[in-house]
T-cell receptor
Framework: AQKVTQAQTEISVVEKEDVTLDCVYE???????LFWYKQPPSGELVFLIR??????QNEISGRYSWNFQKSTSSFNFTITASQVVDSAVYFC???????????FGQGTTLQVKP | DVKVTQSSRYLVKRTGEKVFLECVQD?????MFWYRQDPGLGLRLIYF???????EKGDIPEGYSVSREKKERFSLILESASTNQTSMYLC?????????FGSGTRLTVV
């Protein structure tokens, strides 16, 4: 069975702190994709990153970075020097197979206080 | 700008009503999906379709049906709305796992 677990339900930090959002996944497929989405208060899901299972290189995009480790089935997301605009719900998701389905984690609500 | 459009942002319906949630995409995507989002549960897949007139059950199809008569339109139907179907409903289309989501419909069943 496929599963995505985001153990952190809510995180609260003060602006400029670094914060890491955890994501652990389960799949028996050898080819799969991992995603992070941001859902701000407006409600629309915003795509942040997609990684495939053969690419374990970490990625950095501005203040955002992602750490993909197949050995621990984790795909963690770090925001450096957090800002109030980072306040949102963040979802990790797993996709595999030919149906195009995504399996989402429970989501982590991040609150960044000024 | 490519889009997935959901017809209603907010909807209030009575228990027992038949409810239609409409979703239209302009990207010529084969795959379309309906998810519901509830606090603490994330997004759960209700139904999806990978071609016109084709549909597959997701993880929580009970109480729902879907219709895909045209490639660009995927409708979610609540045959007899119940209060436990009060939720945020998100439609998406995709190609090669590249998803575009609609803005969501917040449905309240009273």
């Amino acid at each position: 069975a496929q599963k995505v677990t985001q153990a952190q339900t809510e995180i609260s930090v003060v602006e400029k702190e670094d914060v890491t959002l955890d994501c652990v996944y389960e799949t028996r497929d050898t080819t799969y994709y991992l995603f992070w989405y941001k859902q701000p208060p407006s409600g629309e899901l915003v795509f942040l990153i997609r990684r495939n299972s053969f690419d374990e290189q970490n990625e950095i995009s501005g203040r955002y970075s992602w750490n993909f480790q197949k050995s621990t089935s984790s795909f963690n997301f770090t925001i450096t020097a957090s800002q109030v605009v980072d306040s949102a719900v963040y979802f990790c998701a797993l996709g595999s197979g030919n149906t195009g389905k995504l399996i989402f984690g429970q989501g982590t609500t991040l609150q960044v206080k000024p | 700008d490519v889009k997935v459009t959901q017809s209603s942002r907010y909807l209030v319906k009575r228990t027992g009503e038949k409810v239609f949630l409409e979703c239209v995409q302009d990207m010529d995507h084969e795959n379309m999906f309906w998810y519901r989002q509830d606090p603490g549960l994330g997004l759960r897949l209700i139904y999806f379709s990978y071609d016109v007139k084709m549909k597959e059950k997701g993880d929580i199809p009970e109480g729902y049906s879907v219709s895909r008569e045209k490639k660009e339109r995927f409708s979610l139907i609540l045959e007899s709305a119940s209060t436990n179907q009060t939720s945020m409903y998100l439609c998406a289309s995709s190609w090669d796992f590249r998803y575009t989501f609609g803005s969501g419909t917040r449905l309240t069943v009273v």
